[in-house]
């Protein structure tokens, strides 16, 4: 099966977003990424191998890098990486592919549910869901909380001056959580359209 | 709602945490080979749940991070929280 | 309308005698010392007295009398436990409650109102069947109805939980459940065992307790060391401060457990109503008030402090059940100590220790046994031997690995 | 509607928007920005409620929501205050509690029989005989209670938040708007609430005759919403304090959950009432309920007013009435040397008669007590004694109470502050404050203007210093100088009884008295024993006094009599506010859509909602599952086996490891082969079981239970620590979907879709082989857990849509159907496996289920070892057998196995239809019965006995050739 049929094959469990997400794109735009391709690796071997194969490796936990060819390398652990393509037809498969069996770390199958969160709602969208405060988060380090009860990834990045909030999750909570923004946002999205007194 | 101080994380709301009882050391195979029935029951069942400072497990659910806290359980006072291994290194001792 | 009320108008000055006795100095030496002026050490302190004429009995309480889970808990009384140990205790604790305002004079407002537990799982509604089998068996009042049946006798509540959580596929209902006065229980007993000679020190604290040669030998306090070669400690959550004096270890651990009430509404809920699966219960106070309860809270803590946590998760399960409550006020909250075993039984009867009697292990359900512990303790302590009842309580059960099943049923079991 | 007072500045009314609304069916007239309370009470009426227990005629009183005179409902909602709620125009409410109407309350006839009613009388009687109580209750049970629940009430979901501050301050009146600004301006972020619709507090009431006042308002408000980083919040309540600086902050349409690094408690005070003869009476108020109606809502509190006080607020109280035009027939001064201050000569300059050393001793009802007509003053002796002698009547209409406070500081102590009394304030005031929490003015005690605003500027600072926002100078605290401003005991006897201490609870002086005498002496029996400030407001009017009672019964001090302890809530939250939007996290599987495409019957496992079976056109349930489970034994059967918990384990240890924390062996287990894997607890009790799949020298894939891996995992990663295992942990259960193609077609099937070979002799039972299946990287097992020839495929979430339908078009020629939950169990229990948590409870052990063949007690250690070792020796208790019933009805499971009055066993599991054609069952038995061929009783539905007869496990397929199936 060639790479065009296998991208066909594969659903986000977000599907349900792409209606909403232009509706409420005023104050809180949601998008679903779930269909990038995602792979990690965890294991005492893990950073020095990805380095071998060119990707700039985060220091620190926690610390995010942008991969040579698009997407994203997040340190999610102390010896775990979780990386994310940054376009639909990048693929990630070059990685897994090329571990060897006597490498000292584990490939990851990852096939998060994942979003971008946008707009100047975003942090009342939190307010809303999550028991810590992002709006101190530091830019580009992923944050393990909880959101809406389901235990999530965040990334806050910046792209000009705009904020951006990468959510990453358990996929069999995706349609739950998905819907439960998606209220939250049209909410927030009606409440900003109602003239104000 | 509690904060409590993820020694990975940083301090997070109560919820994003699961309560893993006192830390006790578990006993090596030869040990648990040399202890009578009555000291393993003794081992298996009772706790040291009188008031003063505990030492427990905690984990961090998101981030799946278990560690170490030291908390007085009548304040419900954090005293210090670390990694299990930290632990090792500070007091020596053989966990 | 009874003479008494006639009384109060008639007679020009207040004529009722005190409840409680002016307590002078502590003795030098008792026969037995009960620490922990609440249900369990008074109606010991009672029936020691009363049952086996024992009365040379201090009980000390280091607050007020009934200030630990005597009033604090939610007043259910019951006898639905799932095994046979349990069940035989709860049923005679509740054949004693059933005529407890008569023997100490003093109504307690004990009111049998049907008690429901709720199942919404298969899985819940196999324990609340295992539990109905139980009780059939020996006799107890228990039977697993449909939801049908719920609904017809609390037609308020929506069975499909709003959508918010598992329907509810039937119940266990049984019709003695009752709820009581709490507080009132504690002040019959001390009333009673006053009466009888006992003397009860409040605002007296147990600072220690004097070990030899593996036996009881005194008790210390704020006020004094007191001789004594039986002590019963009947503290439930400050078990653990007691049992660290004699050097006994048991697997108890304390735990908080919380509980709400709503303002006063017109009575419309005569029933009580628990969740297994929601972890509540809820009954209506003859004051009108809501008074709701959840599971214990998720981690150790010797503190009766209460949390938003608790009040946030009561709040929802209660309006899953009852969606029309949405508008129903809080008026305030607070929280108990239980301390806690690990197979949901209580500890009771004779130690390893020579004349040390411990009455613990009350988890959530202290509050019900109120009554048969008293009786079987002071049994306990007036012959040296376990009661029958409690037998399969006694500490060594542990390590003997012989527990008691009740964990089975008791995810929420007030 | 009766006349307003003239228009000044700084009221609360808009008197361009009049409204229309309805009380007990009459409609009224007030204006935007009237409460309920202001309004009626401008309307002119007087009697606005019912009391809780008595049910006597209540009129406005504190107006601050201290009291609950009036309570209203309107159909839906209910318990709803007059002096917080707003009126607006359609707005329709009645009093609660009353029967047949507020005026005309059948029940206010109790109020004449309690004398038959002292405290605590209903433990005293009722209660002999037994029979009769219920009767009694019922009784009582018609007249308890407050206001009506409508039934039919709609939810009306309520968003709550989270908000983070450094500064938290309570109370927008001059020492918290002081507070505030000083801290925001140091750059803390703040957040300001207040509990009235606008900031002001003491500036609009007992400071708001004054010119300077009126400027300092405006000042203070200036300031405060200059500054972006200071949040203002109106019609907000802190409702409660909690553990490290989390405030619940509620408003009108919501719950805040605020984390705040500090927090100033700028609350103010509660004015207290006084204690004598029909203190109740309508007509009869707090002087700030008389000033917040003068200036908030320019509504004459009176016509005729008498003021009580001891104090100097009393005396300026007298001039606010001088000067909007109510004329005071007197001034009663409870000190017998009066006023010396500048508004002392002000009062007497204005003509106002003042008595000193005198009290109210009474207030004289109007016609059904639903007015003051007068009031009987009395000399005080030395001692503050009412003297039986000198009896003055005056009339009036109107008792006004200046005679001291009690701080509002109910959250601050949930905060952990500690309270002292002050004889030089006549109030508690702070000993103790925790790390972070400051007081600030009245409610610090400190009451003149200069010192508030000073507390206030204070407290904003030390917040800021604390949270290294400012290093400056910080003055000293200012303290109250001069005489208190609360008289220490405003309480006189009175034989009639209607000196009400607690309002809510309808207690009166004597209830105290005869409580103490019958024992109940300390603070929190005598609350117990006689329900003071249980009522709905918690004893905001009641506690003070109840202390000060107790205080003299027991001849001790403030301090040493103590303080009921103080808890969440300041003001009642509604259970929709508390409950927000209820987060209910729920998982489902990537087919779900599928399944419901299907037609398929979801059933809640767990988290998780899974298919239970799918339904067939008219067919029954019990027939739909039946079908599908014949389906799987005559042909092939999909089900989606999602849910189980899949685990990556990984690294050099990792089979040690597996070793430790199942019962078996896994180091010899050859790569590309499953085995069985069951896991106890310490205590030796089975808590897991599942599938492990080795799939490389150091790497293991292993399957758990669904409603158990989530725990599972957590365990094991403490295990992994705790032994210092070099192991890598995956928990991949949601990454992962997994489907189970069974019977015995599957292998046809199969074999079109991938590129493994399922040859027999390639694709063994109990092989694990990974594979292109559907064109998806999958993770195939042969197992037969249904007990037919089956093949587990596990891939990528992802995939499953796709896999699915691939199959399911691949089977149609062999007539392949989708299976669910129910089918999987029943094929299960034919085939005798057991399912932990089912046939398991709490205290079951491998022996007792016959799994001893799973338990390796030749390796050196695994979890739950030495426990086993020690159930091993005991004699075994029961069981776990199967068995074949008489009938296939009327056996459910955990129905019990007897003989006569004995309990057996019980039944775990049971099925009526199986594809055996015989109904059976799992049970646990004593061992006496569990030998092949004993007959056994069960108690079935509705007590009938059925039999029923030990056969060996499994029902189905004993020698297992059918999921060894070759071809």
Request: charged share 20%; proline share 5%.
């Amino acid at each position: 099966m060639n790479r065009s049929e296998r991208v066909s094959t594969r659903q986000s469990p977000l599907q349900f977003l792409a209606a909403g997400a232009v509706a409420t794109n005023r104050v809180v735009g949601l998008a679903d990424l779930s269909l990038l391709e995602k792979w990690g690796a965890k294991g005492p071997g893990a950073a020095s191998w990805l380095a071998e194969r060119g990707v700039e490796v985060p220091q620190s936990i926690y610390a995010s890098r942008p991969l040579p060819e698009g997407g994203l390398v997040v340190r999610v652990g102390s010896d775990e990486f979780f990386l994310e393509a940054g376009q639909l037809d990048q693929s990630l498969a070059s990685f897994g592919e090329l571990v060897p069996a006597s490498a000292d770390f584990t490939p990851v199958i990852r096939e998060d549910a994942a979003l971008r969160i946008t707009g100047r709602g975003s942090l009342d969208l939190f307010a809303q869901t999550c028991g810590h405060p992002l709006q101190q988060s530091p830019m580009d380090q992923i944050i393990f909380t909880r959101v809406a009860g389901v235990s999530c990834g965040i990334l806050p990045q910046s792209s000009g001056d705009e904020l951006q909030y990468r959510v990453w999750f358990d996929p069999s909570y995706a349609v739950y959580l998905g819907e439960a923004l998606l209220q939250i946002a049209s909410e927030l999205d009606n409440a900003a359209s109602e003239p104000s007194v | 709602m509690k904060i409590i101080h993820c020694p990975v994380n940083g301090p997070r709301p109560l919820q994003e945490f699961y309560f893993g009882g006192q830390f006790r050391a578990v006993p090596t195979s030869e040990q648990e080979d040399a202890m009578t029935d009555a000291e393993w029951s003794d081992y298996a069942f009772n706790r040291d749940g009188s008031p003063g400072i505990q030492k427990e497990w905690w984990y961090h659910t998101p981030s799946g991070t278990w560690f170490i806290a030291e908390r007085d359980i009548v304040t419900d006072v954090f005293v210090r929280t670390y990694l299990f291994d930290q632990a090792d290194q500070e007091s020596g001792n053989d966990g | 309308m009874p003479y008494r009320l006639l009384k109060f108008g008639l007679s020009s000055e207040y004529s009722e005698p005190r409840m409680f006795p002016v307590q002078g100095d502590l003795r030098d030496a008792y026969d037995v010392v009960i620490i922990g002026g609440g249900g369990h050490g008074l109606a010991a302190a009672h029936y020691l007295a009363t049952e086996f004429g024992i009365t040379n009995v201090a009980v000390l309480e280091k607050g007020y009398l009934g200030r630990g889970g005597t009033g604090r808990n939610t007043a259910i009384v019951r006898s639905n436990y799932l095994t046979p140990q349990g069940a035989s205790f709860y049923q005679a604790s509740v054949e004693l409650f059933q005529d407890l305002s008569r023997q100490l004079d003093l109504n307690l407002f004990y009111s049998e109102r049907g008690h429901f537990t709720l199942a919404h799982s298969p899985a819940s509604l196999r324990t609340q069947r295992w539990r109905a089998e139980v009780n059939k068996q020996l006799g107890i009042d228990s039977e697993l109805i449909t939801p049908e049946e719920v609904r017809k006798m609390v037609p308020e509540i929506d069975l499909q939980c709003g959508g918010h959580q598992p329907p509810i596929h039937g119940a266990l209902y049984h019709p003695p459940g009752a709820i009581a006065r709490h507080d009132a229980v504690a002040w019959g007993y001390a009333r009673r065992a006053g009466e009888a000679g006992v003397e009860i020190h409040q605002q007296t604290a147990v600072t220690d307790i004097e070990v030899r040669d593996g036996a009881v030998c005194g008790v210390h306090t704020n006020k004094g060391f007191i001789k004594t070669e039986k002590v019963l400690s009947a503290v439930a959550g400050w078990t653990t401060e007691i049992t660290q004096m004699v050097g006994l270890r048991t697997p108890l651990v304390i735990h908080p457990l919380q509980a709400m009430v709503t303002e006063p509404l017109k009575p419309w809920l005569d029933k009580i109503v628990v969740s297994a699966s929601l972890h509540l219960y809820v009954s209506q106070s003859s004051r009108g008030e809501l008074v709701a309860g959840a599971s214990l809270d998720p981690y150790e803590l010797i503190s009766m402090r209460s949390s938003l946590d608790f009040a946030e998760g009561t709040a929802g399960h209660l309006i899953d059940l009852f969606p029309m409550l949405g508008d129903v006020k809080v008026l305030r909250q607070w929280a108990g100590l239980c301390d806690m075993t690990p197979d949901f039984s209580p500890i009771m009867g004779t130690t390893p220790i020579r004349g040390f009697y411990l009455d613990a292990g009350w988890g959530t359900w202290g509050f019900k046994a109120t009554p048969i512990s008293g009786l079987t303790m002071a049994h306990t302590l007036a012959t040296g031997r376990d009661h029958e009842l409690i037998e399969p309580f006694n500490v060594s059960r542990f390590s003997d690995f012989q527990l008691v099943g009740e964990k089975g049923a008791a995810s929420v079991g007030h | 509607m009766a006349e307003r007072l003239p228009y000044r500045e700084g009221e609360w009314i808009d008197r361009t928007q009049p409204v229309t609304f309805h009380f007990e069916g009459v409609a009224y007239e007030g204006f935007h920005g009237d409460s309920l309370s202001s309004a009626l009470w401008g309307a002119g009426l007087r009697v606005l409620g019912r009391s809780f227990k008595y049910h006597r005629p209540r009129g406005l009183y504190s107006l601050a929501g201290h009291d609950v005179n009036l309570l209203v409902e309107d159909g839906e909602r209910t318990n709803l205050r007059g002096d917080f709620l707003p009126i607006a125009d359609g707005l329709d409410v009645r009093a609660v509690n009353t029967a047949g109407g507020l005026k005309r309350d059948r029940l206010q006839m109790i109020d004449r029989f309690g004398s038959l009613m002292p405290v605590g009388f209903y433990y005293k009687a009722f209660h002999t005989p037994r029979s009769l109580f219920p009767f009694y209750e019922n009784q009582m049970r018609k007249i308890a209670g407050l206001g009506k629940i409508n039934p039919h009430a709609l939810r009306r979901p309520s968003p709550k938040d989270y908000a983070f501050c450094d500064l938290l301050v309570t109370g927008a009146g001059p020492s918290g708007l002081a507070a505030a600004i000083a801290a925001a301006e140091a750059g803390l972020r703040v957040v300001l609430a207040e509990e009235q619709p606008q900031p002001g507090g003491s500036l609009r009431t007992q400071h708001a005759r004054t010119p300077q006042a009126a400027e300092q308002l405006q000042e203070l408000i200036r300031r405060a919403s200059e500054l972006e980083n200071l949040e203002l919040r109106c019609c907000t309540q802190v409702a409660g304090y909690y553990s490290d600086h989390w405030a619940a902050l509620v408003d009108e349409r919501r719950l805040t959950k605020l984390r705040t690094r500090a927090a100033v408690f700028a609350s103010g005070c509660i004015e207290q009432p006084a204690v004598f003869q029909n203190n109740d009476l309508p007509g009869v108020m707090l002087g700030s309920a008389a000033q917040r109606l003068i200036y908030l809502y320019r509504v004459a509190p009176c016509q005729r007013a008498v003021i009580l006080t001891a104090t100097a607020e009393g005396y300026r109280l007298a001039l606010d009435f001088a000067e909007a035009g109510i004329p005071v027939v007197a001034l009663v001064d409870l000190r017998h040397d009066g006023e010396s201050s500048e508004c002392g000569r002000l009062v007497e300059a204005a003509d106002i008669e003042i008595f000193r050393g005198h009290t109210v001793l009474e207030a004289q009802p109007g016609p059904s007590g639903h007015s003051v007509r007068g009031v009987i003053l009395c000399p005080l002796d030395e001692d503050g004694h009412p003297d039986a002698i000198g009896h003055l009547k005056l009339d009036c209409d109107g008792v006004i109470m200046s005679v001291g406070w009690a701080p509002n500081v109910d959250v601050a102590y949930q905060a952990g502050v500690r309270f002292t009394y002050s004889d030089q304030v006549g109030q508690l005031v702070p000993k103790e404050c925790p790390p972070g929490v400051f007081l600030a003015g009245r409610a610090a005690g400190v009451f003149d203007l200069e010192d508030q605003i000073a507390s206030g500027r204070r407290a904003g600072l030390q917040a800021a210093a604390l949270l290294d926002s400012y290093d400056g100078a910080i003055a000293p605290a200012p303290i109250h100088r001069g005489p208190p401003p609360s008289h220490a005991f405003p309480i006189f006897p009175h034989k009639g009884k209607k000196n009400f201490v607690d309002l809510d609870e309808d207690l009166h002086l004597v209830d105290f008295k005869n409580a103490h005498h019958e024992g109940f002496d300390n603070i929190e029996l005598i609350k117990r024993y006689t329900t003071v400030g249980m009522g709905p407001t918690q004893g905001k009017l009641a506690n003070t006094n109840a202390i000060r009672i107790l205080a003299r019964l027991n001849g001790k001090t403030i301090d040493e009599t103590g303080t009921t302890v103080s808890r969440p809530f300041h003001h009642p939250v509604s259970l929709e506010k508390l409950a927000g939007r209820r987060f209910h996290p729920q998982r489902r599987t990537p087919l779900h859509a599928l399944h419901q495409s299907l037609d398929a019957e979801m059933i809640h496992a767990g988290a998780w909602l899974r298919a239970e079976y799918y339904r067939d056109g008219s067919s029954s349930r019990a027939d739909c599952i039946l079908h599908e489970a014949r389906q799987v034994r005559h042909s092939v059967g999909l089900i989606d086996v999602s849910t189980l918990g899949k685990l990556q384990i990984s690294g050099p240890d990792a089979a040690r490891f597996l070793e430790t924390i199942y019962t078996g062996n896994f180091s010899n287990q050859p790569i590309g082969r499953l085995q069985y894997a069951l896991g106890c607890d310490e205590l030796g009790v089975i808590i897991e079981d599942g599938v492990v799949a080795r799939v490389g020298e150091e790497n293991f894939y292993v399957t758990a239970t669904s409603s158990g891996v989530t725990a599972f995992y957590r365990d094991l990663q403490r295990w992994a620590l705790l032994l210092r295992m070099r192991v890598e942990l995956i928990n991949a259960t949601g990454h992962l979907a997994a489907v189970n193609l069974a019977g015995p077609q599957a292998r046809k099937v199969l074999t079109k879709l991938t590129d493994l070979s399922l040859a027999p002799e390639d694709f063994r039972y109990l092989d694990v082989h990974r594979g292109c299946v559907a064109g998806l990287d999958a993770l195939v097992m042969r197992i037969g857990f249904v007990g037919e020839l089956g093949f587990e495929i596990h891939v990528p979430t992802s995939g499953a849509q796709h896999l699915w339908r691939t199959l399911m078009e691949a089977g149609a020629a062999q007539g392949i159907r989708p299976f669910g939950v129910e089918a999987q169990r029943l094929l299960r229990l034919e085939k005798g496996h057991l399912i932990v948590g089912q046939d398991t409870d709490a205290l079951t052990h491998p022996y007792e289920v016959g799994l001893d063949w799973a338990v390796k007690e030749d390796k050196p250690y695994f979890v739950g070892a030495r426990s086993l070792q020690i159930l091993r020796k005991q004699p075994q208790e029961r069981t776990l057998v199967g068995l074949v019933l008489s009938q296939d009805h009327g056996v459910e499971e955990c129905h019990l196995i007897v003989e006569g009055e004995r309990m057996l066993g019980r039944i775990t599991s049971v099925a009526h239809r199986t594809t055996l054609g015989m109904p059976i069952a799992l049970a646990f038995v004593h061992p006496d019965r569990a030998r092949e061929g004993t007959e056994l009783q069960i108690c079935g539905t509705g007590g009938e006995l059925i039999s029923a007869r030990v056969v060996p496990l499994p029902f189905y397929d004993p020698d297992g050739l059918r999921q060894k199936l070759k071809d």
